[in-house]
């Protein structure tokens, strides 16, 4: 992916950050002011440290620190000299049933279980119970997967008619071209659905 836009940015000491809003669904794209209210809103927010190898550190800070990820989020669009993320498709799928019956589901995955009602009978008569449960996500960034949304920042002197934009940020790059962080934030709850990491981006 690369752009030369204005850019949904953050600049911070050590590390920067970009977001990246997911596309409304299809027959959403002119939604009503309460729809706009209510939509759900994802992006794809990167982590990109300046060091080369100072990923480990910057996921340390992230983890450690409550509120880290949220307070470093860009507010507004800046301009980009070159934008450079590397398209990209991860899956991950793991059992979950160790964290569901931590969660104190213990009966479906017992011998006293007995789901034939959810499914259609087979005419065996046989008990159904639920021996795994799988979880899969599958990531994938490319130019049509994502899209920047605008937004527009001024300042108001009280007192004054003069309404007055702040002089604009000087333009940066972001050219994730070494290990980097991503979350998948919900923006109406600051929501974390999804994290991940990108060690090679040349692969």
């Known amino acids: 992916m690369q752009r030369w836009s204005s850019q949904f940015i953050a600049v911070h000491k050590g590390f920067k ?11 959403q794209d002119n939604p009503s ?14 982590f990109l440290p300046d060091a080369f190898d100072g990923l480990p550190n ?19 669009k800046i301009e980009v000299r070159e934008l450079r993320v590397p398209k990209f498709k991860l899956s991950f ?6 964290i569901l019956k931590k969660l104190e589901l213990q009966l479906p995955f017992s011998d006293q279980a007995d789901l034939s009602d959810m499914v259609e009978r087979d005419g065996s008569d046989l008990p159904l ?32 008619s003069v309404t007055r934009r702040p002089p604009p940020p000087p333009p940066v790059d972001f ?5 980097f962080a991503y979350f998948i934030v919900e923006e109406a709850t600051d929501a974390v659905v999804f994290a991940g ?7």
């Open 17 to 27: 950050v970009l977001k990246l809003r997911y596309q409304m669904a299809q027959g």
């Open 33 to 46: 002011h309460a729809d706009r209210n209510k939509r759900t809103q994802f992006s794809m927010c990167i």
């Open 58 to 76: 910057l996921v340390d800070t992230i983890a450690s620190q409550p509120g880290f990820l949220h307070r470093h989020l860009p507010k507004r």
């Open 93 to 98: 799928h793991s059992s979950v049933v160790a």
């Open 129 to 160: 119970v639920l021996s795994d449960v799988i979880h899969k996500a599958v990531i994938e960034v490319n130019e049509e997967g994502t899209v920047a949304a605008a937004v527009s920042m001024m300042y108001v002197d009280i007192g004054s």
């Open 175 to 179: 050219v994730a071209d070494h290990p």
């Open 197 to 203: 990491h990108v060690l090679d981006p040349s692969n």
